[in-house]
């Protein structure tokens, strides 16, 4: 079982910039590779950054250039560096757990990015 707790997210405005965490527990070990998703009101849940145990990335394509992934010194945290953001940037933001019991099957509770002038 592994348990994640994301913090950071809040209200920015147009332009700025927000700098999420998430903190892994649990059967830590095991852990393949940490990640972002996040989901807008109607919308699906999509890719946002994935960071693998090798520090290789991957992003989802509206967000390349602007946002950046990258694992902590004890491989059991991963932080989402947001910079110029948008206000299609606003959704619940979501830490994502690759584990041998269940491929990407854990998930945080989520943390809210509002950006608004």
């Known amino acids: 079982q592994v348990y994640l707790v994301e913090s950071g997210g809040g209200l920015v405005q147009p332009g700025g910039s927000l700098r999420l965490s998430c903190t892994a527990s649990?059967?830590?070990?095991?852990?393949?590779?940490l990640g972002w998703y996040r989901q807008a009101p109607g919308k699906e849940r999509e890719l946002v950054a994935i960071?693998?145990?090798?520090?290789?990335?991957m992003y989802g394509e509206s967000v390349k250039g602007r946002f950046t992934a990258a694992r902590g010194n004890t491989k059991n945290t991963v932080f989402l560096q947001m910079n110029s953001l948008k206000p299609e940037d606003t959704a619940v933001y979501y830490c994502?757990?690759?584990?041998?019991?269940?491929?990407?099957?854990?998930w945080g509770q989520g943390t809210q990015v509002t950006v608004s002038s």
């Open positions: 994502n757990a690759d584990h041998p019991s269940v491929s990407w099957g854990y």
């Open positions: 649990g059967d830590t070990s095991r852990i393949n590779g």
């Open positions: 960071v693998d145990n090798g520090n290789s990335t």
